[in-house]
T-cell receptor, first 113, second 112 residues
Framework: DAGVTQSPTHLIKTRGQQVTLRCSPKSGHDTVSWYQQALGQGPQFIFQ???????QRGNFPDRFSGHQFPNYSSELNVNALLLGDSALYLC????????????FGSGTQLSVL | GEDVEQSLFLSVREGDSSVINCTYTDSSSTYLYWYKQEPGAGLQLLTY?????DMKQDQRLTVLLNKKDKHLSLRIADTQTGDSAIYFCAEMFYNQGGKLIFGQGTELSVKP
């Protein structure tokens, strides 16, 4: 069982660029959530995808968007990057919304210069 | 409101017990979680407790939940140097589609 996998592991972008991060959920899981973790902070909820639709959204601007594919994998897109978008982006998967066990991937470290 | 608070640092000697505390504010949470994060890594699920339980034990880990005081604790018995990491408490809101609210994390330092 591969667990939750994310790619790439590290990424360097410049202000104003766009970025796409990818996530494959744990086998048997159908729900994917994305979190942003700034240095020294706890993760902050960005949004959740279930049945290929955005079901819940945290307090993030529209520059943050996502997609879920029929195989349950997901992408996080961030447009018009700001320096403050530099963070570790974590993907979490679960079976069904609001289920007990939520597993996280190792994350993508995004640096915006 | 949605807020989870943890003390920032805890230092213990190897072999002692560690107790990491967490307070939360929203009584509608359904599950409460403990995650471990090592430097440069993602979050490892340690254990979780359903909100209608008072206690859960899993090998060296004991979780205590006091719903009246909205207080959650994680006890690690016989703490080892490999337990040094940041520990996050989180609460889940089922009526908000399973969104997790995390605390800032407690950095546990285990000295030999």
């Amino acid at each position: 069982d591969a667990g939750v996998t994310q790619s790439p592991t590290h990424l360097i972008k410049t202000r104003g660029q766009q970025v796409t991060l990818r996530c494959s959920p744990k086998s048997g899981h159908d729900t994917v959530s994305w979190y942003q973790q700034a240095l020294g902070q706890g993760p902050q909820f960005i949004f959740q995808y279930y049945e290929e639709e955005e079901r819940q959204r945290g307090n993030f601007p529209d520059r943050f968007s996502g997609h879920q594919f029929p195989n349950y994998s997901s992408e996080l897109n961030v447009n018009a990057l700001l320096l403050g978008d530099s963070a570790l982006y974590l993907c979490a998967s679960s079976s069904g919304q609001g289920a007990g066990k939520l597993f996280f991937g190792s994350g993508t470290q995004l640096s915006v210069l | 409101g949605e807020d989870v608070e943890q003390s920032l640092f805890l230092s213990v000697r190897e072999g002692d017990s560690s107790v990491i505390n967490c307070t939360y504010t929203d009584s509608s949470s359904t599950y409460l979680y403990w995650y471990k994060q090592e430097p440069g890594a993602g979050l490892q699920l340690l254990t979780y407790i359903f909100s209608n339980m008072d206690m859960k034990q899993d090998q060296r880990l004991t979780v205590l939940l006091n719903k009246k005081d909205k207080h959650l604790s994680l006890r690690i018995a016989d703490t080892q140097t490999g337990d040094s990491a940041i520990y996050f408490c989180a609460e889940m809101f089922y009526n908000q589609g399973g969104k997790l609210i995390f605390g800032q994390g407690t950095e546990l330092s285990v000295k030999p």
